[in-house]
């Protein structure tokens, strides 16, 4: 295996959801945030997209993988002193960071890690940024200190009320839309109904409101084709024209149903079984 991209740490930072740290000077010294890598853990092992959550001086940047299949399995239990077979990037286009005003940003589970760095780079620039952070337990709630250390207002939903508000994201926005009136950006990552519910939401209110995509991608250039998205009824390339694009116009629909296309399939190599994979 390659010594290239060394992990540095390894910690669990809720159940099932690890925070690596790796060597990768190339990325670090030209991510922007938005953008993300692709990462193969071994020689046997698939090429999965994974956001770059920060990077650091000294040539390091931040992965947080939830082990949901065989792949992210495998990436959950190095440790420092493991390396990566392959990590190319960064890849996709950065956020468009501007000066919008009154930004929220709402992020499901894994999806705090996609709004991290977007949030810490809007409230650089001068925005003032309520973050909205979900789980299902106070346990499965990540980066709500890192995001409160950003500068952002913060609030928490839990579904079992065990955190914060008790509810879904979606309810703290409908809260939070009905009593504070005008904002005039969102930001959404997470689970693929959670984004569509959120671009429902502030679709209503005319709100400019922008998802970060996660379809099965490949090798991130364009050329695969895994990635595709439908966007105001025309094909996309996440990879080389996102991950991030207008919510009003996803069709989140297609996107959920591509995404499931390999349940199956991941299900069995996650037990060690075999299937042939679907065409």
């Known amino acids: 295996m390659s010594n290239e991209f060394p992990v540095l740490s390894a910690e669990t930072i809720a159940p099932g959801i690890v925070r690596l740290r790796l060597q990768a000077p190339r990325v670090a010294r030209h991510w922007r945030p938005g953008q993300f890598a692709i990462v193969r853990p071994d020689e046997d092992g698939e090429r999965i997209p994974l956001t770059v959550v920060e990077t650091d ?31 190319a990037g960064p890849l996709g286009s950065p956020t468009e960071v501007d000066h919008f005003g009154g930004v929220v940003v709402v992020a499901g589970g894994v999806g705090a890690a996609v ?4 949030a810490r780079a809007l409230v650089e620039e ?109 094909m996309r390339f996440a990879c080389v024209d996102g991950p991030e694009f207008d919510a009003h116009a996803v069709d989140f629909d297609t996107l ?7 349940a199956a399939w991941e299900a069995d190599a996650r037990r060690g079984a075999c299937r042939e994979v679907p065409a």
């Open 126 to 234: 001068g925005n003032e940024v309520t973050a909205i952070l979900g789980a299902r337990s106070a346990d499965r709630v990540i980066l709500a200190a890192e995001t409160k250390a950003a500068g952002c207002r913060v609030i928490v939903a839990t579904e079992d009320g065990s955190l914060g508000i008790q509810g879904m994201v979606t309810d703290a926005l409908g809260d939070l839309l009905a009593r504070e009136g005008r904002v005039d950006r969102v930001f959404t990552a997470g689970p693929i109904p959670m984004m569509a519910a959120v671009a429902e939401a502030t679709r209503r209110h005319g709100i400019t409101t922008i998802a970060s995509l996660n379809p099965i991608m490949v090798d991130g250039t364009g050329m695969c084709g895994g990635c595709r998205v439908r966007i105001s009824g025309e």
């Open 57 to 87: 001086p000294d040539g390091s940047i931040v992965l947080v993988i939830q082990a949901v299949g065989a792949t992210t399995d495998r990436l959950c239990a190095m440790v420092a002193g493991d390396a990566l077979a392959d990590l």
């Open 115 to 118: 709004a991290l760095p977007v």
């Open 256 to 262: 959920a149903r591509r995404n499931a296309a390999y």
